[in-house]
């Protein structure tokens, strides 16, 4: 028992990585099979898609510009369409909710000041909004 690995939710990974959850396969399962998980998942991939990034990019430690504004904006979609906590939205990114203030916020700047964004945001929007309404009806 001694060198057990346990997840802490509490606790954002600045290096991405997450260990082993505490209740072990049960918890897992149910949380690969959440369907809250599921519709992340799906706003992560019309993300992906519209900047022209992979899922995994998307969830990789850098700086460079073009997944950083992904990032940016799938935070801004937890936060601002599924209604999640910063904590909770950096944390799915391996990130400290300072991070996912910043991102709330460097969005709503690009979409004021950046056609070209602002396009991809409001496309993006609508699909990940049409996909909440479906899960919704569920």
Known sequence: EGNKMTY???TAYNDGYKAGLKDGY???LAEITNPVN???KRADDIIC???CVTYDDLHRRTRLRH???ARQMAMYVRRKIFNLSLHQSANDFGLNHATALWSVRQVEV???????FKARAQ???AAVGEIKKFYDKR
């Open 8 to 10: 802490d939710p509490g």
């Open 26 to 28: 049960k918890k897992a």
């Open 38 to 40: 599921d519709v992340l």
């Open 49 to 51: 898609h519209e900047f």
């Open 67 to 69: 997944i950083v504004e």
């Open 110 to 116: 690009l979409l004021c000041n950046d056609k070209l």
């Open 123 to 125: 496309r993006v929007l």
